[in-house]
């Protein structure tokens, strides 16, 4: 399908955005109000780091329109959503991280099964589509670690604790780990540690919300 069919399909169904139920109209994912609300940040301070160093782009907190984008991507299958947000993080990536590739962090099989796709694999695609690097396959979840939303950050610690095992793909020595959302902090220092086990030298972030 050509891309001008593709939109002028997307313009006669009525859809809504997630971000706010209007009308999506020709838009892909988010409408252009939302769209417009998307602006990344570097951060200096978050669990994943010790030192106050920029190392995380985030689009903001996990309410409004990010809250409900999330949730329409991870529970309601908005894969579009996943294009708008994951280009939105690529444009607030500096360029001095030197950023050589791309990964998501997995899911383990039963789930992916589940819900037949990987929210944050689909984020890392598109993030890494627009910054003209690969996209790594570079982790697999080697046990379920169960739903982590209603755990206590002691709990998520010991649920995700050596969950996570590099793929033997080759890897970069620098990486960006993509994530829709970040809490405590415990699943992508899980996936850090095997990815720093697997030889990349260092690690930076992207989260659509926290």
Excluded: I
């Amino acid at each position: 399908m050509t891309g001008g069919l593709h939109t002028l399909l997307r313009s006669l169904m009525p859809r809504r955005c997630p971000g706010c139920d209007a009308q999506l109209g020709a838009s892909a994912g988010l409408c252009p109000a939302c769209r417009a609300t998307l602006r990344p940040q570097v951060q200096r301070h978050s669990p994943l780091h010790l030192h106050p160093t920029p190392h995380l782009v985030v689009l903001g907190p996990y309410r409004g329109v990010l809250g409900r984008s999330v949730k329409a991507l991870k529970y309601g299958g908005s894969r579009e959503v996943a294009g708008v947000l994951g280009a939105a993080l690529a444009s607030g990536v500096p360029s001095e991280w030197g950023v050589q590739g791309v990964s998501g962090v997995p899911l383990h099989r039963s789930r992916q099964q589940q819900r037949s796709f990987n929210q944050a694999e689909l984020l890392g695609r598109a993030t890494a589509e627009r910054l003209g690097v690969p996209y790594l396959a570079a982790l697999a979840r080697q046990r379920s670690t169960g739903a982590q939303a209603r755990r206590h950050a002691s709990e998520r610690r010991v649920a995700v604790q050596d969950a996570f095992v590099a793929t033997g793909a080759p890897l970069p020595g620098t990486l960006l780990l993509v994530d829709d959302v970040l809490t405590t902090g415990s699943t992508l220092l899980a996936c850090t540690r095997a990815l720093q086990t697997a030889g990349v030298q260092r690690v930076y972030y992207a989260v659509v919300a926290r």
